[in-house]
């Protein structure tokens, strides 16, 4: 079956810019997290929905970052007036229920110039 | 406040060789998660192998098995017989038991990379 999809696999923009970053969880699956990872390093939590509710923004570094899941299904993660420090690869996993293994998706890989 | 160490950056393994990358971590919670994760250069996290804290047995799914030692809070990967197609970086993470309406987000550790030599 199909997994977890992101998109755009890569994505370059200029400081000050805002960015939208989509995923596609696996079809059925109730909970999905965002995680950053940043070069050399492993991936942090940023946000969790289960359903649409997001129910835990607690890693969401600061209020430039806003995440949403309105049907249930995709999600985006936006950025707003980006900085080089938000240069990562952005994660997106899903799974069936709350307690579930996670599966992830190839990420975006953002470059903020 | 969970954390997950690796202390080894990088390791060399010849090819059909058994490996075993380390893996620490510190929590408070009774009831938790271990898992691995390997991400190639495509840069997919891909799920290897989990181990719950109640386990009494050690997981294996084929050539992976976790040397889950709880009292020392250490839970060591060992890859049998490798392949050139395991040189990637893997990743050891913690899931916790989830508070309230917190989901049980995955704390990760640094990472090892892992290089297998023909």
């Known amino acids: 079956g199909a997994g977890v999809s992101q998109s755009p696999r890569y994505k370059v923009a200029k400081r000050g810019q805002d960015v939208a970053l989509r995923c596609d969880p696996i079809?059925?699956?109730?909970?999905l997290f965002w995680y950053q990872q940043a070069l050399g390093q492993g991936p942090e939590f940023l946000t969790y929905f289960q359903n649409e509710a997001q129910l835990d923004k607690s890693g969401l570094p600061s209020d430039r970052f806003f995440a949403e899941r309105p049907e249930g299904s995709v999600s985006t993660l936006k950025i707003q007036r980006t900085q080089q420090e938000d240069s990562a690869v952005y994660l997106c996993?899903?799974?069936?229920?709350?307690?579930?293994?996670?599966?992830f998706g190839p990420g975006t890989r953002l470059t903020v110039l | 406040a969970q954390k997950i160490t690796q202390t080894q950056p990088g390791m060399f393994v010849q090819e059909k060789e058994a490996v075993t990358l380390d893996c620490t971590y510190d929590?408070?919670?009774?009831?938790?998660?271990l898992f691995w994760y390997k991400q190639p250069s495509s840069g997919e996290m891909i799920f290897l192998i989990y181990?719950?804290?109640?386990?009494?047995q050690n997981a294996t799914e084929g050539r992976y098995s976790l040397n889950f030692q709880k009292a020392r809070k250490s839970a060591n990967l060992v890859i049998s017989a490798s392949q050139l197609g395991d040189s990637a970086m893997y990743f050891c993470?913690?899931?916790?038991?989830?508070?309230?309406?917190?989901?049980?987000?995955?704390?990760f550790g640094g990472g090892t990379r892992l290089m297998v030599k023909p």
């Open positions: 079809s059925g699956h109730v909970s």
């Open positions: 996993a899903s799974t069936p229920g709350r307690a579930d293994t996670q599966y």
């Open positions: 181990q719950g804290s109640y386990d009494e």
């Open positions: 929590t408070s919670d009774q009831s938790y998660g």
């Open positions: 993470a913690m899931r916790g038991p989830g508070r309230n309406n917190a989901g049980n987000m995955l704390t």
